[in-house]
């Protein structure tokens, strides 16, 4: 059988360095565990801009709509700031995620013990969090007509508009009890359903989807308590379903309860192809963090736990995600940091390359 196909675009400023780690990573999967991946590379952001005038060309995208998934570093810096909006960094990570359909967005949020003592919050609160959120991505108020700014009246008004199809919502909804099935088949969905008619379908469409469900509980909570209760008692979630714009608030919010920017991985699913998995692009939270590129200052672990995503959700493989998870919390636990995880009593951090170098030990 053929390997599974992998394309990865490391993208600007520290991408490259992350995904060189990842990339070694991958290579001892081949090596130690007998699982192969035909592996591309190309450019996208600025990189692509500055090769081909465009930051995503063409041939890239008919690359990505082919493999089997996608792996991102990071996109953008101060060198493209000035650049038309339309051949921005940025772009190319957008129509990635539209032309892809990548209308479910996984954001976990999950709590390493050995860095509890990092959170804002209480060590008892946060120690063991492991929830997603599942974020619809396509659609919503980022994306519902009538948009703009309009005169009227002699002033300014600017609209955006919470639009939500019942396909839509189908879709997102049976990603997320999909999802529950392969964990601890608990979901709860957040909308203002006492505010907004697009809450009220919201909701009626998760009910209608959840029947098919019957071994998932199903809980719904108003978006505002919900955000709330994610720094109350954050561990009394599992799988948390929402809309566009919630989801962009409380994945941000439920991601910072557990650290640093630099470990927080993610994962944009669509449709399932020809090839029998979602459409997939697995990318690290984080920006091309252009205060610290070159320096091997970089922490590798979002996108080091972004490829253990794949494994989980494009590649079945979830034995092998979990034995990347816990080479990560083995090295965590052993006291390695990159600069991002120094706490108030500093502490020698170690490089991008090092923090590669004992994950790789960890894993042996
Ligand atoms: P950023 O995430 O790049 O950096 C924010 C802060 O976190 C910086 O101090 C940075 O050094 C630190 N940081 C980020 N990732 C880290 C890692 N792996 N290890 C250690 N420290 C890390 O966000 P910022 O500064 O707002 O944006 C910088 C550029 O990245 C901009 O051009 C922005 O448009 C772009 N960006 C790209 C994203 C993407 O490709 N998905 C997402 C966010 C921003
Ligand atoms: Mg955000």
């Not at 921005?88 to 509890?116: H, T, W, Y």
């Not at 979602?278 to 990318?283: N, S």
Request: hydrophobic share 40%.
């Amino acid at each position: 059988m053929a390997n599974p196909s992998l394309l990865i675009l490391p993208g600007d400023g520290i991408g490259p360095e992350v995904m060189a780690e990842v990339e070694r990573v991958i290579a001892w999967f081949g090596d130690k565990r007998d699982l192969s991946f035909d592996v591309e590379t190309d450019l996208v952001g600025g990189a692509a801009y500055d090769a081909h005038g465009t930051p995503l060309h063409d041939d890239t995208m008919a690359k990505a709509h082919a493999a089997d998934a996608v792996l991102l570093g990071a996109v953008g810096g101060p060198a493209y700031d000035d650049l038309d909006f339309s051949v921005k960094p940025e772009r190319g990570l957008l129509r990635l995620r539209k032309e892809m359909d990548l209308f479910s967005n996984l954001r976990p949020a999950q709590c390493f013990d050995a860095l509890a003592d990092f959170s804002s919050l209480k060590r008892d609160i946060v120690s063991g969090l492991d929830i997603m959120i599942v974020r619809e991505l396509t659609s919503g108020s980022y994306f519902g007509e009538p948009r703009g700014i309009f005169e009227e009246d002699g002033q300014r008004v600017g609209i955006n508009t919470q639009r939500y199809t019942e396909a839509e919502i189908d879709r997102v909804a049976r990603s997320a009890f999909e999802l529950a099935m392969r964990r601890n088949k608990r979901v709860c969905s957040m909308e203002k359903a006492n505010v907004m008619e697009s809450g009220i379908l919201w909701r009626e469409v998760v009910t209608k989807v959840h029947a098919e469900y019957p071994e998932v509980g199903l809980s719904h909570m108003y978006a505002d308590n919900g955000a709330m209760q994610l720094v109350r008692a954050p561990k009394q979630f599992d799988v948390i379903l929402t809309d566009n714009l919630f989801g962009d608030i409380l994945s941000d919010c439920a991601a910072m309860l557990t650290g640093s920017l630099g470990m927080l991985p993610s994962a944009s699913l669509g449709a399932i192809g020809e090839n029998g998995r979602p459409k997939a692009l697995y990318e690290p939270v984080h920006g091309s963090a252009p205060d610290i590129t070159g320096q091997s200052k970089a922490n590798p672990i979002a996108c080091i736990l972004s490829f253990a995503m794949a494994l989980r959700y494009s590649f079945d493989q979830g034995a092998e995600a979990a034995r990347l998870e816990a080479a990560v919390e083995k090295v965590l636990a052993d006291g390695a940091r990159t600069g991002d995880l120094m706490g108030p009593d500093g502490g020698t951090p170690i490089s991008t390359i090092q923090m590669g170098d004992v994950i790789l030990a960890a894993l042996d």
